[in-house]
Nanobody
């Protein structure tokens, strides 16, 4: 069993930055892919970013490319999401997620979810 706890959400003005962090516990995450999803009010949960164990390969949703950066620290069992140039449409609850599935299935097959952290971007 893996427990995921997100932190770093909050209220920020458009154009500002926030850094989300997710701490994992319960077992080693070797070979797990880690990532972030988000869910805005009235919308379905959507993929944001993902990273492999080595950190050498990342994937981003088109809507956040060039603005968000995902990173992980395997020694600390954490995955971070640096969010720059935030827009009101980035407002959502952000969820940390981990999975052992193959890389091209990460967006669809998640083993564990965090409880979510609210990000609100004001215009």
């Amino acid at each position: 069993q893996v427990q995921l706890v997100e932190s770093g959400g909050g209220l920020v003005q458009a154009g500002g930055s926030l850094r989300l962090s997710c701490a994992a516990s319960g077992r080693t995450l070797r070979s797990y892919k880690m990532g972030w999803f988000r869910q805005a009010p009235g919308k379905e949960r959507e993929f944001v970013a993902a990273i492999v164990w080595s950190g050498g390969t990342t994937l981003y949703a088109e809507s956040v490319k060039g603005r968000f950066t995902i990173s992980r620290d395997n020694a600390k069992n954490t995955v971070d999401l640096q969010m720059n140039s935030l827009r009101p449409e980035d407002t959502a609850v952000y969820y940390c997620a981990v999975s052992r599935t193959v890389w091209n299935r990460f967006q669809y097959e998640i083993d564990y979810w965090g409880q979510g952290t609210q990000v609100t971007v004001s215009s």
